[in-house]
């Protein structure tokens, strides 16, 4: 079973910036995909970004331009740098990894973009 260690949530004011990690038990190349979803109170859960074994990232529209997928391979983790924050970003962000057919998700992490 893959276990992920997710942290980095806060609060935030509008345009600050948050950096989220998600650490996997076993190598980040072992996965076909890695990356962030994210549920609202009351809206569907909608990916965020996602970053592929081979190093290939894709983001959600909303999200474009502002937030930055990247892995640190000494690490062995996953990064979302997340800047220029909206209240619209408020969420709990959720790591998940793919791996075949499988896929494992991390505890959730509370980001709050407010004044």
């Known amino acids: 079973q893959v276990q992920l260690v997710e942290s980095g949530g806060g609060l935030v004011q509008p345009g600050g910036s948050l950096r989220l990690s998600c650490a996997p038990s076993?190598?980040?190349?072992?996965?076909?995909?890695m990356g962030w979803y994210r549920q609202a109170p009351g809206k569907e859960r909608e990916s965020v970004a996602g970053i592929t074994g081979g190093g290939i990232s894709n983001y959600a529209d909303s999200v474009k331009g502002r937030f930055t997928i990247f892995r640190d391979v000494a690490k062995n983790t996953v990064y979302l740098q997340m800047n220029s924050l909206k209240p619209e970003d408020t969420a709990v962000y959720y790591c998940?990894?793919?791996?075949?057919?499988?896929?494992?998700w991390g505890q959730g992490t509370q980001v709050t973009v407010s004044s």
């Open positions: 998940y990894v793919r791996r075949s057919q499988n896929q494992y």
């Open positions: 076993g190598s980040i190349f072992s996965f076909n995909l």
